[in-house]
């Protein structure tokens, strides 16, 4: 199965962009697919303690926050880069 998984913080600065361009149907749809055919989940922690705990449960500890993996494992920490590639596999308004 592909997967992107998109982490983000509340109150996290760089998160807002991406926030504001995600496609609400791409989050919450299940059978909503990107052009290379992988899903979209999105993790949204509360604190960044809990944002530090995720991120070690996917093997990505010490990674800053937003963050997106992408299903061939690319990391993208970037949020210009983030947008970037969501918007490319049509997960954007």
């Known amino acids: 199965m592909k997967i992107d998984r998109l982490f983000l913080e509340r109150d996290c600065p760089h998160c807002g962009a991406i926030k504001a361009a995600l496609d609400i149907n791409a989050v919450s749809d ?7 055919g992988q899903e979209l989940y999105v993790f949204a922690s509360q604190s960044n303690r809990a944002s530090i705990e995720m991120l070690s ?22 949020e ?5 590639h969501l918007s490319n596999q049509g997960m954007t308004v």
């Open 57 to 78: 449960k996917f093997g990505l500890a010490g990674r800053p926050i937003p963050l997106l993996l992408t299903h061939e494992e690319v990391v993208i920490t970037d």
């Open 30 to 36: 299940d059978d909503f697919r990107g052009k290379d």
């Open 80 to 84: 210009q880069e983030i947008v970037t």
